[in-house]
């Protein structure tokens, strides 16, 4: 059995050496919580420079779905940098883009699908939106508010996370318009479920539709199915389903953004799944291929028809990306996806236990290992507590377990879909002591 092991105050001298470079030549714009430098990593283990070593439950943003240089996976790697680095899907053909486009596009719906290939989760959203124009020849979108989607402009229109992003880059892209998500715990409209008769669903069409937004004019409804930076919002049954229905009759494209919730991470290969929902888009990133950048954005072929020239990207569905992909699709689809749902279950059970103990846990949610907990000064109140959540994080990284927040008040556990009990027990009991002595003010 592993333990954590803090050797030095964080962060040690060799990483504050490089935290010093780095706050010279680095951009500003990102946003580290707190001082951790990786140096290496196996499975759930980061090491610091200093021989610090981290349990990490972020898995680098839910990106290392295989954990951190899963054997299999650096194995495929290697073994296509000595055949193949680059050539370029916009212009040639070669072997580990085209079997990866043949394996994605199986894997939604009735596999009648294409794949276009990207470098990141902005860029397989970017794909999503223009290509739900070119396809629809509409220009009005409809986003959530809580929803992220990227940065680049286009998917940064669709975001309404934080202010922050979007501060001083307008004018944005027009004709989105944002709506409520399906947040029950705090519900925007002030009902509760199920009696509310799925009013967020309702309200679309009863008021949107009827009043700003013709809805003929509408091309995409883009949604995470199931909010991550957001704040890892869990929607009720009905809600794709019904929403689905929705844009179905008013020949809207229903585009899934599963650029975190995807690649198995929720105990299916997909979150939709989750809700019997098939997208007619889909975007996918994260861990896609275990840390390697890569976007894809699946499409089901009679939408998927735009012309030669019309989307590209020099880099996109680079060989060794694929090749990392395609080794990582295989340990998802032998073990891990199951893993996920097992340990999900756990994880989500314990969390179960330690609310009943703590007031400040206002709510616990999640699929698989999408798990958030959100954090209120009391729960009749339910008054966000961000300033622990905060400090809650950074205590538990002095104790060298790696934890990221989501939305305002919220903490994100996503660890790698390889995660043992043993491992979330550890978690979860630094986790506990982080949250008693923040509340406690020890
Ligand atoms: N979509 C979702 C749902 C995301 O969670 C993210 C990133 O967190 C993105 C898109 C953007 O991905 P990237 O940071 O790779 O551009």
Same mark, same amino acid.
Not at 274 to 281: A, S
Not at 307 to 335: R, W
């Given at each position: 059995?592993?333990?954590?092991?803090?050797?030095?105050?964080?962060?040690?001298?060799?990483?504050?050496?490089?935290?010093?470079?780095?706050?010279?030549?680095?951009?500003?714009?990102?946003?580290?919580?707190?001082?951790?430098?990786?140096?290496?990593?196996?499975?759930?283990?980061?090491?610091?420079?200093?021989?610090?070593?981290?349990?990490?439950?972020?898995?680098?943003?839910?990106?290392?779905?295989?954990?951190?240089?899963?054997?299999?996976?650096?194995?495929?790697?290697?073994?296509?940098?000595?055949?193949?680095?680059?050539?370029?899907?916009?212009?040639?053909?070669?072997?580990?883009?085209?079997?990866?486009?043949?394996?994605?596009?199986?894997?939604?719906?009735?596999?009648?699908?294409?794949?276009?290939?990207?470098?990141?989760?902005?860029?397989?959203?970017?794909?999503?939106?223009?290509?739900?124009?070119?396809?629809?020849?509409?220009?009005?979108?409809?986003?959530?508010?809580?929803?992220?989607?990227?940065?680049?402009?286009?998917?940064?229109?669709?975001?309404?996370?934080?202010?922050?992003?979007?501060?001083?880059? !307008?004018?944005?892209?027009?004709?989105?318009?944002?709506?409520?998500?399906?947040?029950?715990?705090?519900?925007?409209?002030?009902? *509760?479920?199920?009696?509310?008769?799925?009013?967020?669903?309702?309200?679309?069409?009863?008021?949107?539709?009827?009043?700003?937004?013709?809805?003929?004019?509408?091309?995409?409804?883009?949604?995470?199915?199931?909010?991550?930076?957001?704040?890892?919002?869990?929607?009720?049954?009905?809600?794709?389903?019904?929403?689905?229905?929705?844009?179905?009759?008013?020949?809207?494209?229903?585009?899934?953004?599963?650029?975190?919730?995807?690649?198995?991470?929720?105990?299916?290969?997909?979150?939709?799944?989750?809700?019997?929902?098939?997208?007619?888009?889909?975007?996918?990133?994260?861990?896609?291929?275990?840390?390697?950048?890569?976007?894809?954005?699946?499409?089901? *072929?009679?939408?998927?028809?735009?012309?030669?020239?019309?989307?590209?990207?020099?880099?996109?569905?680079?060989?060794?990306?694929?090749?990392?992909?395609?080794?990582?699709?295989?340990?998802?689809?032998?073990?891990?996806?199951?893993?996920?749902?097992?340990?999900?279950?756990?994880?989500?059970?314990?969390?179960?236990?330690?609310?009943?103990?703590?007031?400040?846990?206002?709510?616990?949610?999640?699929?698989?290992?999408?798990?958030?907990?959100?954090?209120?000064?009391?729960?009749?109140?339910?008054?966000?507590?961000?300033?622990?959540?905060?400090?809650?994080?950074?205590?538990?990284?002095?104790?060298?377990?790696?934890?990221?927040?989501?939305?305002? !008040?919220?903490?994100?556990?996503?660890?790698?879909?390889?995660?043992?009990?043993?491992?979330?027990?550890?978690?979860?009991?630094?986790?506990?002591?982080?949250?008693?002595?923040?509340? !406690?003010?020890?």
């Amino acid at each position: 059995m592993k333990f954590p092991v803090i050797k030095t105050s964080l962060p040690g001298p060799k990483a504050a050496a490089l935290i010093d470079v780095d706050r010279a030549h680095v951009s500003p714009s990102y946003t580290r919580g707190y001082p951790l430098v990786a140096e290496k990593a196996k499975g759930l283990w980061i090491h610091d420079p200093d021989g610090n070593v981290f349990l990490d439950f972020t898995a680098g943003i839910a990106v290392c779905a295989t954990g951190h240089c899963h054997p299999k996976v650096v194995a495929a790697i290697k073994k296509q940098a000595d055949n193949l680095l680059h050539m370029s899907g916009t212009d040639f053909y070669y072997t580990s883009q085209i079997v990866l486009a043949s394996k994605l596009a199986r894997l939604m719906g009735d596999g009648n699908n294409k794949v276009y290939f990207g470098n990141s989760g902005a860029e397989a959203v970017e794909a999503a939106f223009k290509l739900a124009r070119w396809f629809t020849k509409r220009e009005l979108n409809i986003a959530f508010f809580g929803a992220f989607h990227g940065r680049t402009m286009g998917a940064l229109s669709l975001t309404a996370s934080k202010v922050i992003q979007k501060k001083h880059y !307008n004018p944005l892209i027009p004709g989105i318009t944002h709506i409520p998500y399906a947040y029950c715990y705090r519900c925007p409209y002030n009902m *509760s479920y199920p009696q509310c008769g799925m009013e967020c669903v309702r309200w679309v069409e009863e008021s949107l539709f009827r009043t700003t937004m013709p809805p003929e004019e509408v091309a995409a409804i883009f949604v995470e199915p199931i909010q991550g930076e957001g704040g890892y919002v869990v929607p009720p049954p009905e809600f794709h389903i019904e929403l689905n229905k929705l844009a179905k009759k008013y020949g809207i494209l229903y585009v899934a953004d599963e650029v975190q919730s995807g690649m198995g991470r929720t105990g299916k290969m997909f979150a939709m799944e989750h809700f019997g929902v098939v997208p007619d888009i889909m975007s996918l990133a994260k861990g896609i291929a275990s840390g390697l950048p890569l976007g894809a954005m699946v499409a089901r *072929s009679e939408i998927m028809i735009w012309e030669a020239g019309s989307h590209a990207s020099t880099f996109g569905g680079n060989p060794i990306s694929c090749s990392a992909a395609l080794a990582t699709i295989e340990l998802l689809e032998t073990e891990l996806i199951k893993n996920a749902e097992i340990r999900g279950k756990y994880l989500m059970a314990k969390l179960g236990e330690i609310q009943k103990t703590a007031e400040c846990i206002g709510d616990v949610r999640g699929k698989g290992l999408m798990v958030g907990v959100e954090l209120v000064k009391d729960r009749e109140s339910k008054k966000e507590a961000p300033e622990w959540r905060n400090k809650i994080i950074q205590r538990a990284f002095e104790k060298g377990l790696l934890l990221l927040g989501c939305g305002q !008040n919220s903490i994100r556990f996503c660890p790698a879909l390889t995660v043992s009990a043993e491992e979330i027990d550890l978690c979860l009991s630094i986790f506990e002591e982080s949250l008693r002595e923040v509340v !406690n003010n020890k």
